[in-house]
């Protein structure tokens, strides 16, 4: 169990949501760090759709805080409006809106103001759900024993490790692991990707910012993930594995476990 410093979100029990004939289980939290004094991890998980949205601010200071909150809140209330349809044509939109607000929230910053943006939202009759990410935050999805990195960072070290400009060990690789190529709050206009994702009974899916990706390796999360503990237990347990790893960058998990829905009561 990790010591809570004032700037850690608590991992509270995990919530129950119906989605047609499934139940999502869902659970986040995120801790500060040794490295950093301050949280610009961004979390928010819905209290009534089934939504949850993880932003990284980038760099320190006032616009990184800004870029993170002012993302959080713009796409969650898009989704929400929009609701109950949910489809490419609004998340791109919802994307596109978060993307103007963060820039005009940036314009009296000094300093950089960017965030990377990871959100996953469950149509209501729980046959898909839908991926929205700009930046290096990342989705896995724990399926039957195989844990995959359903999203691509969109970092030019992923770009130079994909077409073998250098090893992944190298210090090029190294230095370009922090040159985003989109991110909400881009000087252009960033495109998301938005992928359409089947939901099975027994999915474990994360969402995390990349102080969770970057300190644990693919067989530390993994066995991490199929413990079965519930998801809550599940995310003390990757914040506590990323402090004991270094705790080098804020660390911030989502975990939904897939279950079938349970029976209406009598």
């Known amino acids: 169990m990790f010591r809570r410093r004032p700037l850690d979100r608590p991992v509270e029990a995990a919530r129950r949501l119906t989605a047609g004939r499934l139940t999502l289980e869902i659970a986040g ?60 044509a609004g998340l791109r939109a919802a994307v596109a809106e978060t993307q103007r607000q963060v820039r005009r929230a940036g314009a009296g910053q000094p300093g950089l103001t960017g965030c990377t943006l990871t959100a996953l939202v469950v ?11 700009l930046g290096d935050s990342r989705a896995y999805r724990l399926r039957d024993g195989l844990l995959e990195l359903v999203t691509v960072d969109h970092t030019m070290a ?50 995390c910012t990349d102080g969770v990706s970057d300190q644990l390796g693919y067989h530390r ?27 080098d960058d804020n660390a911030t998990a989502v975990v939904l476990r897939v279950h079938p829905a349970l029976p209406a009561p009598r």
Do not use: I, K
Not at 39 to 55: I, K, Q, R
Not at 178 to 191: A, M, N, S, T
Not at 231 to 236: E, K, Q
């Open 29 to 88: 939290g995120s801790v500060v760090g040794h490295r950093y004094p301050e949280n610009y991890d961004v979390l928010h998980l819905d209290p009534e759709l089934p939504l949850a949205v993880v932003c990284d601010g980038m760099g320190e200071g006032e616009g990184s805080r800004v870029a993170g909150t002012t993302a959080a809140e713009t796409f969650v209330a898009q989704v929400r409006a929009g609701w109950p349809a949910v489809d490419a």
């Open 123 to 133: 149509e209501p009759d729980g046959d898909q759900g839908w991926l929205a990410q």
């Open 158 to 207: 992923w770009l130079g490790l994909l077409h073998g400009w250098w090893p992944a060990d190298s210090p090029e690789a190294a230095r370009a692991r922090y040159q985003l190529l989109r991110y909400v709050g881009h000087p252009d206009r960033p495109e998301p990707d938005l992928l359409a994702v089947p939901l099975r009974r027994g999915d474990t899916w994360l969402l």
């Open 221 to 247: 999360l993994r066995d991490l993930l199929a413990a079965r503990r519930d998801p809550a237990r599940t995310v003390r347990a990757l914040l506590a594995a990323t402090l004991d790893a270094g705790g």
